[in-house]
């Protein structure tokens, strides 16, 4: 399995275009969160009958992804194959930004994200994070 990796020069027009369009990705992404916290979950598909919008598919997605890349990376360090040893390393990196951006969709779920300290802060009986003995909260 041989790879070839060419550098992209940091002034060079392939490197503007694709800056171009992941600074375009972040700036919708910011824009739809906005859209998101101001009119709550019935952008994504939420109510009171469909529980689980977009957000929650999207971080099943991630989790899915993040463990597949796991279990790729898994074949060089723990099972030796050497054939994947160049893709190893950039899987283990894919798999922390997977689930990096997972926890984002958690926030994004969450309706008012500026408010997820108070779920450990506080001690609620009511509140099951609040009663196990394995949270941080209890």
């Known amino acids: 399995m041989a790879l070839t990796y060419s550098t992209i020069e940091g002034n060079s027009r392939r490197y503007n275009t694709l800056l171009g369009i992941l600074a ?44 597949g890349s796991l279990i790729l990376s898994s074949l060089t360090y723990v099972f030796g194959r050497e054939e994947y040893k160049p893709i190893a390393r950039m899987a283990v990196f894919l798999a922390i930004v997977l689930i990096l951006g997972a926890m984002v969709f958690i926030f994004v779920d ?18 099951m994070t609040s009663t196990s003995r394995d949270s941080p909260g209890g």
């Open 110 to 127: 969450l309706g008012r994200p500026e408010k997820f300290w108070r779920l450990f802060m506080f001690f609620y009986l009511n509140n």
């Open 24 to 67: 375009a990705l972040v700036l919708a992404g910011a824009v739809s969160f906005v859209v998101s916290y101001l009119k709550g979950h019935q952008v994504f598909g939420g109510s009171n009958v469909v529980p689980w919008g977009l957000p929650i598919v999207f971080l099943i997605y991630l989790i899915g992804l993040s463990a």
